[in-house]
């Protein structure tokens, strides 16, 4: 398959849920790793194989749009040499986006907030029945001492 019929495929998988924008963003994300990869020495077939099938490709950047506008930003690290080493690092694509920490946070807080909820309540009990028992007890404690004696 060819970068124009990839990158067609992938165009054509997200117009029924995505809006314009955010399609040829994507695609113009695409086109731009192919061409990094290309100039980096490799053949445009062995770039496309290793991507993969546009329609799955496509139907992750939906589910992580959640089907409507993007949250994420796309970034593409193009191979590089390091400290004049010929080893080179392959390109690395990554998202970056709220979703995970925010999922984690909301959490976290929800966590949080159901610990206030538990001591709340314990502490509203006991608040409520500590004018009524504390008395009991001190009346039975006296009533023992006073029995006690007694004997």
Known sequence: MT???FLEKM????????????????VNYYDSYINDEVQQGRSEEAVIDELGDPWAIARTII???GGGSAQEE???????????QEQQE????RVYG?????????LALGI?????LVVAVIGGIF?????????????????????????
């Open 3 to 5: 970068k124009y019929e």
């Open 11 to 26: 165009r054509h998988a997200l117009a029924n849920d995505l809006s314009g924008p955010i399609i040829q963003e994507n």
């Open 63 to 65: 589910e992580s749009a």
């Open 74 to 84: 796309y970034t593409y690290e193009p191979r590089r040499q390091t400290y004049g």
């Open 90 to 93: 392959r390109g690395r694509v």
């Open 98 to 106: 709220w979703h995970s920490w925010c999922k984690r946070l909301i």
């Open 112 to 116: 949080l907030g159901v610990l206030m």
């Open 127 to 151: 608040s409520l029945l500590a004018p009524v028992i504390v008395p009991f007890l001190i009346v039975l404690f006296v009533l023992r001492l006073l029995g006690g004696r007694r004997r």
